[in-house]
């Protein structure tokens, strides 16, 4: 067996780690609606839509399909998002079209306020969700709540306030973005077949 120098490992290494750096994308969406409940105490059941389900990349390669499948894969049929969010319980998924888009539909249980990003100091302290997002460029566009400064991106529900719900869009810089709708379709027909 030939031994390949350290100075040719390295670059295969940078070669094989920006291959694939430059040949995958990332999947966002436009924007993000949470519909919460709370039913007894901290505990209650919540939807969070996902509007406009969208592949990104900073170049022309077509990296929808691959985009597509790690959805399918990871979210829709995996558990990425259970593992994302360990305090969801009894969830489902969907995806369907909406307005010309690709949307996801998530529902659950929760048995904690934190498992929702909403806080509340004491029995006697407003509800408080902080809508932005660092990790994703969340922006606050509309809630059930009080938003008290432009510039503070917290949400405050009366303290007996039961529903809360909190629309955001989801910022970004990416040069190319296209929608999932058309693979949705053809993952749909391809199902289809399959029965």
């Not at 295969?12 to 039913?39: D, P």
């Not at 939807?47 to 592949?55: L, V």
């Not at 991106?153 to 970004?172: L, N």
Request: overall charge positive.
């Amino acid at each position: 067996m030939k031994k390949i120098s350290p100075t040719t490992f390295f670059a295969l290494s940078l070669i094989t780690l920006l291959t694939s750096t430059i040949l995958t994308g990332c999947l966002t969406v436009e924007i993000k609606e949470y519909h919460i409940k709370l039913k007894n105490g901290t505990a209650g059941e919540a939807t969070i839509r996902f509007i406009n389900i969208i592949s990104e990349s900073d170049d022309t390669t077509d990296i929808t399909n691959d985009d597509f499948q790690q959805l399918i894969d990871m979210y829709v049929k995996g558990n990425k998002f259970e593992k994302d969010n360990p305090g969801y319980r009894n969830l489902k998924k969907k995806l369907y079209e909406e307005n010309g888009v690709l949307v996801g539909e998530v529902t659950f249980s929760f048995d904690s306020l934190s498992a929702v990003r909403i806080f509340k100091f004491d029995k006697d302290s407003p509800y408080m969700f902080y809508a932005s997002n660092p990790l994703s460029s969340e922006t606050l566009i509309e809630t059930n709540g009080i938003q008290p400064e432009v510039w503070m991106p917290i949400v405050f529900w009366k303290k007996d306030a039961r529903e809360f719900f909190v629309k955001t869009r989801v910022a970004s810089e990416a040069r190319f973005r296209t929608g999932l709708l058309k693979n949705f379709h053809d993952w749909q027909a391809a199902q289809s077949k399959k029965k």
